[in-house]
């Protein structure tokens, strides 16, 4: 399972304190009776060091009581990261992912059905749902999708660039009026700067999207916390950290966004279809 947010920060914090003190992992590992994969663990965020390993760190590196207080503040914080997310009935998966999410600096995702996740109107995800899930469980993926974006919008500035295949504007979801009005949400929406849309026309029979949908989370341009990405699937999903895999699926969204159209082109294939479901919802 994929690291949480502060034990990744827990991570980079460790590797930045231990470079300023002039020690490698191995150093370091030999000084405190650890393995080198041991400290290489920590500082990649994948286990979490004991209070006791955390004291013997900061009397090695001679860290100040605050940098000392910091660390054992992440480990704290990373001891359950996804429980408030646990009663929305996500998968293990979906939860780390949108843990992760509400730290992100960055999102850039490639949707081949649907309208990205933090872009969707309340009624669009309520018809997403309806056919497939039992009301109340619908609700429940409502609240959590608004959550989400409500989360990710109001505590900080975050870059969003979402290519959507073509077809995903043909998709009457809810009907003419719900797709309509989900579809000027999303005309208002790439009037901000932080967001980027590009449509992936139909003509483009074989490209590499054939990939699949996938988003990818970057944390700001800091390396020591390195970007996490997510490949949907039937099941929820699968988080991926490995960096080979998210070299290719970086390169995918490079290629698939130099195919697609511009974002002024797209913005005037979205008032296309917006003014078609208009004239539907009439009707």
């Not at 009663?87 to 999410?101: G, I, K, P, Q, T």
């Not at 933090?118 to 609700?139: F, G, K, N, T």
Request: hydrophobic fraction near 40%.
């Amino acid at each position: 399972m994929v690291s949480s947010g502060p034990l990744r920060r827990f991570g980079a914090e460790l590797k930045k304190f231990r470079a300023a003190a002039g020690h490698t992992q191995t150093t370091l590992s030999e000084v405190l009776g650890k393995s080198q994969s041991t400290i290489n663990a920590w500082e990649r965020g994948r286990t979490r060091p004991s209070v006791e390993d955390i004291e013997a760190i900061a009397n090695e590196l001679e860290l100040s009581p605050m940098e000392d207080a910091k660390l054992k503040r992440l480990i704290r914080e990373s001891a359950n990261p996804t429980s408030s997310w646990a009663r929305y009935n996500l998968s293990e998966s979906v939860r780390a992912f949108v843990a992760l999410e509400q730290e992100a600096s960055e999102v850039k995702t490639y949707q081949q059905m649907f309208i990205p996740v933090l872009l969707q109107d309340e009624a669009y995800i309520r018809a997403l749902h309806l056919d497939s899930l039992p009301r109340s469980e619908v609700e429940l993926r409502v609240k959590a999708r608004i959550r989400r974006q409500q989360q990710v919008f109001n505590q900080r500035s975050i870059e969003i660039h979402a290519v959507i295949a073509e077809s995903v504007l043909e998709h009457e979801i809810g009907g003419a009026s719900v797709f309509a009005k989900q579809l000027e949400k999303l005309a208002t929406l790439v009037q901000h700067n932080t967001i980027t849309l590009q449509v992936l026309p139909k003509a483009q029979s074989t490209h590499p999207a054939a990939v699949g949908a996938f988003s990818i989370m970057f944390f700001g341009h800091n390396e020591l916390d390195p970007p996490v990405a997510f490949c949907e699937t039937a099941l929820g999903g699968q988080v991926a950290t490995n960096e080979r895999d998210l070299e290719f699926l970086s390169a995918r969204f490079l290629n698939i966004s130099d195919i697609a159209l511009s974002p002024e082109k797209t913005l005037h294939v979205l008032e296309k279809a917006l003014r078609k479901y208009h004239r539907k919802d009439k009707s």
